[in-house]
């Protein structure tokens, strides 16, 4: 399995629709780490880890066979957002 890492502070950022393809893990892992877009849609990834984040806002859909959240400081999901997993969905603090 392949890893992508997004770290140091890094941004991507689109103000209109942003797709993130891959084969394996995804992983933000430090802070200042940030994908954000208007519409964002993250594909082919077996598990999507986001870790050391201090606050998620779920607009839209997270679905993966595998959602982990570690460390974040607030996880807020609107009347709209949903997070699914056809395996596990982790949720530590």
């Known amino acids: 399995m392949s890893e992508s890492a997004i770290k140091e502070s890094s941004i991507i950022h689109s103000n209109a629709n942003l797709g993130v393809h891959g084969q394996g893990l995804l992983n933000l892992s430090g802070p200042g780490d ?23 806002l779920v607009e839209g859909c997270i679905a993966g066979s595998v959602v982990h959240f570690h460390r974040a400081r607030t996880i807020t999901i609107d009347s709209l957002g949903t997070i699914s997993a056809s395996g596990m969905v982790n949720i530590q603090a």
């Open 34 to 56: 940030c994908i954000e877009a208007q519409r964002l849609v993250l594909l082919l990834f077996y598990s999507i880890h986001i870790c050391r984040v201090e606050d998620i």
